[in-house]
């Protein structure tokens, strides 16, 4: 069929998306810091070269996988979403992530990804198992060397222009916002998940403020929070697809996330993301139970 | 509200240049329903529109040509199911036991008679043949569908073009008879020549409006126009075709034996629009042996991926086009969950639940949810990895 859009052109189109968290993050973790003499020129690219060879190991497992199934090696790659999974792994870790861990979660999430029985969200099980062997091991923290060795304090604009605290690619709130204005009009993105997950967070964090605890109105400006919900919950192929299944898997996920964020923040929406993914079978289940979607339509 | 989409652009069209009569056939062949009584005898001489048959609807089968009825076989139809035919062999004497007439004012039939004639003619409206007994009653607008989902489809075009006093004609006269203030001709915003030759006509029929419709797929079905221009219950559709024949029928008094079928399609170099007997066998006109080699042909629509399988296709009053294109080599790859079938349903269903028979019954079968599939499912036809 001549057709209208493939997989290939989706995973095209989200990852040159991300291409520009990707350079903000050689920027603000790699440049500001060789200018202070703190890391060396290839550190500037740290960013970039873990997203490309977090694309190029997604390849090379494509690559295995259909020698091993003995399926046609161009028709796996071209379709594949495992570029678009490893693209965003390299996004939701630090970058200052022992390379050699980041390998071993990379290769361990885009194996996982390829198993047709695991339905969870692949991405957010790596973020989490690499905050479990962070904490093993004693390292878990997002400071890049520069904020290390500073006491840092980010004002609102900081925060939202990308200097705050976070993942590799999940520090600029202004880009991620361009990134959705642009996904929004993309027939694939489930923008439902975003909006509602987004809503939620909105309304509880109005509530939390009309209570008088004003100290907690960051988690909504929280850049985690928001790559999370922009990015990382509509994932194409581990969220529901039904209208009233995103919006719910969106609301749960807001509630959640919310509540999890007050006692672990930047982990919080992420385990809650993890937690219902389990149960994205049964969000579109509700579609059924609940009346008819576009009821104008069965007159 | 579902967004529409519009497909056309992602084709290339192939506009046949006019009309190629091919009205020569050796052997006619008339679908017969389950119900139908069959009213003469193998070995039967016929003359040319006898009524052959009799459905439990009233619905008379006619033969298109004069000749020898041989019997029953059985013959594909558009579905590739076989189903029982009438066999008819011309004796090219085209004769016929009615003297040709022409009313000149359609206006003075009766109701009554036009509503008999509408079904003797089994002409639908609303996709309900039996809709046409409530006509007069509560009435408000009648609309002509001229729209075509395929692109390469260009028998209404030429319909509109070649038979433009006969259907205006029979439009206002459904006016007057049913006391309507005025009817809209639906017609794509993309078909410039007929707009513009329309434009200029219809000043002489004031009580017909020209409604341009957006080119989105599959606008032309009757579910998807309800929605679009938010019709109800007192505003009728009719197929352009059916007007043609219902205007001949009140015209000349006589039954439209012939009809158009075009073959196009991105790969045809002289894409055709023939005017043959209905219920001619496709291979008389097209040798398809050969070209199915290279190629693929659907019937009536690329996106419904009704592929032609016989050479021995009975063109009848549900084939209206042929549509040559390359073979489909892409890939079926298993479900990503994408859900972009589910946005693109035009009447708001579930693709993916294509197999409970709620679901399936109001499923259009128009493909588009196949077509978006980026895994290139044939979600509508079943096929595929399961969903």
Same mark, same amino acid.
């Given at each position: 069929?001549?057709?209208?859009?493939?997989?290939?052109?989706?995973?095209?189109?989200?990852?040159?998306?991300?291409?520009?968290l990707?350079?903000?993050?050689?920027?603000?973790n790699?440049?500001?810091?060789f200018?202070?003499n703190?890391?060396?020129?290839?550190?500037?690219?740290?960013?970039l070269?873990?997203f490309?060879?977090?694309?190029?190991f997604?390849?090379?497992?494509?690559?295995i996988?259909?020698?091993i199934?003995?399926?046609?090696?161009?028709g796996t790659?071209?379709?594949?979403?495992?570029? *678009?999974?490893?693209?965003?792994?390299?996004?939701? %870790?630090? %970058?200052? =992530?022992?390379?050699?861990?980041?390998?071993?979660?990379? =290769?361990?999430?885009?194996?996982?990804s390829?198993?047709?029985?695991?339905?969870?969200?692949?991405?957010?099980?790596?973020?989490? /198992?690499?905050?479990?062997?962070?904490?093993?091991?004693?390292?878990?923290?997002?400071?890049?060397?520069?904020?290390?060795?500073?006491?840092?304090?980010?004002?609102?604009?900081?925060?939202?222009?990308?200097?705050?605290?976070?993942?590799?690619?999940?520090?600029?709130?202004?880009? *991620?916002t361009?990134?959705?204005?642009?996904?929004?009009?993309?027939?694939?993105?489930?923008?439902?998940?975003t909006?509602?997950?987004?809503?939620?967070?909105?309304?509880?964090?109005?509530?939390?403020?009309?209570?008088?605890?004003?100290s907690? /109105?960051?988690?909504?400006?929280?850049?985690?929070v928001?790559?999370?919900?922009? /990015? =990382?919950?509509?994932?194409?192929?581990?969220?529901?697809?039904?209208?009233?299944?995103?919006?719910?898997?969106?609301?749960?996920?807001?509630?959640l996330?919310?509540?999890?964020?007050?006692?672990?923040?930047?982990?919080?929406?992420?385990i809650?993301?993890?937690?219902?993914?389990?149960?994205?079978?049964?969000?579109?289940?509700?579609?059924?139970?609940?009346?008819?979607?576009r009821?104008?339509?069965?007159? | 509200?579902?967004?529409?989409?519009?497909?056309?652009?992602?084709?290339i069209?192939?506009?046949?240049?006019?009309?190629?009569?091919?009205?020569?056939?050796?052997?006619?062949?008339?679908?017969?329903?389950?119900?139908?009584?069959?009213?003469?005898?193998?070995?039967?001489?016929?003359?040319?529109?006898?009524?052959?048959?009799?459905n439990?609807?009233?619905?008379?089968?006619?033969?298109?040509?004069?000749?020898?009825?041989?019997?029953?076989?059985?013959?594909?139809?558009?579905?590739?199911?076989n189903?029982?035919? @009438?066999?008819? !062999?011309n004796?090219?004497?085209?004769?016929?036991?009615?003297?040709i007439?022409?009313?000149?004012?359609?206006?003075?039939?009766?109701?009554?008679?036009?509503?008999?004639?509408?079904?003797?003619?089994?002409?639908? +409206?609303?996709?309900d043949?039996?809709?046409?007994?409530?006509?007069?009653?509560?009435?408000?607008?009648?609309?002509?569908?001229?729209?075509?989902? &395929?692109?390469?489809?260009?028998?209404?075009?030429?319909? @509109?073009?070649?038979?433009?006093?006969?259907?205006?004609?029979?439009?206002?006269?459904?006016? +007057?008879?049913?006391? @309507?203030?005025?009817s809209?001709?639906?017609?794509?915003?993309?078909?410039t020549?007929?707009?513009?030759?329309?434009?200029?006509?219809?000043?002489?029929?004031?009580?017909?409006?020209?409604?341009?419709?957006?080119d989105?797929?599959?606008?032309?079905?009757?579910e998807?126009?309800?929605?679009?221009?938010?019709?109800?219950?007192?505003?009728?559709?009719?197929?352009?075709?059916?007007?043609?024949?219902?205007?001949?029928?009140?015209k000349?008094?006589?039954?439209?034996?012939?009809?158009l079928? +075009?073959?196009?399609?991105?790969?045809?170099?002289?894409?055709?629009?023939?005017e043959?007997?209905?219920?001619?066998?496709?291979?008389?006109?097209?040798?398809?042996?050969?070209?199915?080699?290279?190629?693929?042909?659907?019937?009536?629509?690329?996106?419904?991926?009704?592929?032609?399988?016989?050479? &021995?296709?009975?063109?009848?009053?549900?084939?209206?086009?042929?549509?040559? +294109?390359? !073979?489909?080599?892409?890939?079926?790859?298993?479900?990503?969950?994408?859900?972009?079938?589910?946005n693109?349903?035009?009447?708001?269903?579930?693709?993916?639940?294509?197999?409970?028979?709620?679901?399936?019954?109001?499923?259009?079968?128009?493909g @588009?949810?196949?077509?978006?599939?980026?895994?290139n499912?044939?979600?509508?036809? !079943?096929?595929?990895?399961?969903?």
């Amino acid at each position: 069929m001549n057709k209208r859009i493939d997989n290939k052109d989706i995973v095209k189109n989200y990852i040159f998306l991300l291409i520009p968290l990707v350079l903000f993050s050689c920027y603000k973790n790699g440049y500001i810091l060789f200018n202070k003499n703190l890391v060396t020129l290839l550190y500037v690219f740290k960013p970039l070269i873990m997203f490309v060879t977090a694309i190029i190991f997604a390849f090379l497992i494509e690559l295995i996988y259909s020698n091993i199934k003995k399926v046609s090696i161009m028709g796996t790659i071209a379709d594949s979403y495992l570029p *678009l999974y490893g693209a965003l792994f390299s996004l939701i %870790v630090p %970058v200052n =992530i022992n390379p050699l861990l980041f390998i071993f979660l990379l =290769i361990l999430i885009l194996i996982i990804s390829k198993l047709k029985f695991i339905k969870l969200n692949t991405l957010v099980l790596g973020r989490i /198992l690499f905050v479990i062997i962070s904490l093993i091991i004693g390292k878990y923290t997002y400071l890049n060397v520069y904020e290390e060795n500073v006491l840092v304090s980010y004002d609102l604009w900081d925060i939202i222009l990308g200097k705050s605290v976070g993942a590799s690619g999940a520090t600029s709130i202004f880009i *991620l916002t361009i990134i959705f204005f642009v996904l929004i009009t993309k027939n694939y993105y489930k923008k439902e998940i975003t909006l509602s997950l987004g809503g939620t967070f909105l309304i509880l964090e109005l509530i939390l403020v009309l209570f008088g605890n004003m100290s907690k /109105l960051n988690i909504l400006v929280d850049s985690e929070v928001v790559f999370a919900s922009l /990015l =990382i919950a509509p994932l194409l192929t581990r969220s529901p697809y039904t209208k009233i299944g995103k919006i719910s898997y969106g609301i749960v996920i807001g509630l959640l996330g919310f509540i999890l964020c007050l006692f672990i923040p930047k982990e919080g929406i992420y385990i809650a993301i993890l937690l219902c993914s389990i149960f994205i079978k049964y969000f579109d289940l509700l579609e059924d139970k609940l009346p008819k979607r576009r009821a104008k339509n069965e007159s | 509200m579902n967004k529409y989409i519009n497909i056309s652009k992602n084709f290339i069209k192939k506009r046949p240049k006019d009309i190629t009569l091919k009205l020569d056939s050796e052997f006619i062949y008339i679908p017969l329903d389950e119900s139908s009584k069959i009213l003469f005898n193998p070995g039967k001489v016929l003359k040319k529109e006898t009524i052959i048959a009799m459905n439990n609807d009233n619905v008379p089968l006619i033969n298109p040509v004069s000749g020898v009825f041989l019997g029953i076989k059985e013959m594909p139809n558009f579905e590739n199911k076989n189903i029982k035919t @009438l066999v008819i !062999k011309n004796n090219y004497k085209e004769e016929t036991s009615k003297k040709i007439a022409s009313k000149r004012n359609l206006s003075k039939y009766s109701k009554e008679v036009v509503l008999l004639i509408m079904q003797r003619l089994n002409i639908k +409206t609303n996709n309900d043949k039996s809709l046409f007994r409530e006509i007069d009653r509560n009435i408000r607008k009648i609309y002509i569908n001229a729209l075509c989902d &395929e692109v390469n489809n260009y028998n209404n075009e030429f319909r @509109l073009l070649h038979n433009k006093d006969l259907i205006l004609e029979t439009i206002s006269a459904l006016n +007057t008879i049913f006391d @309507l203030e005025e009817s809209e001709l639906l017609i794509k915003d993309t078909c410039t020549e007929v707009i513009s030759v329309y434009k200029e006509y219809l000043g002489s029929f004031p009580n017909i409006n020209l409604r341009l419709i957006k080119d989105v797929y599959p606008i032309s079905r009757y579910e998807v126009l309800q929605r679009y221009l938010k019709l109800d219950s007192k505003d009728l559709v009719i197929d352009l075709e059916d007007i043609y024949r219902l205007g001949y029928a009140l015209k000349r008094q006589r039954f439209v034996t012939e009809k158009l079928l +075009t073959i196009s399609g991105p790969v045809v170099i002289d894409p055709q629009i023939y005017e043959l007997k209905i219920g001619t066998k496709l291979s008389e006109i097209l040798d398809i042996k050969e070209i199915k080699e290279k190629y693929d042909i659907w019937i009536n629509n690329y996106l419904e991926q009704n592929k032609l399988i016989s050479n &021995e296709l009975i063109i009848d009053n549900n084939v209206n086009a042929l549509i040559i +294109t390359d !073979k489909n080599r892409n890939l079926v790859k298993p479900c990503n969950n994408c859900g972009i079938c589910y946005n693109s349903c035009p009447i708001g269903l579930n693709p993916k639940k294509l197999d409970q028979k709620e679901v399936n019954e109001k499923c259009l079968k128009c493909g @588009l949810c196949s077509y978006m599939c980026p895994c290139n499912i044939l979600i509508h036809k !079943k096929e595929g990895i399961s969903l």
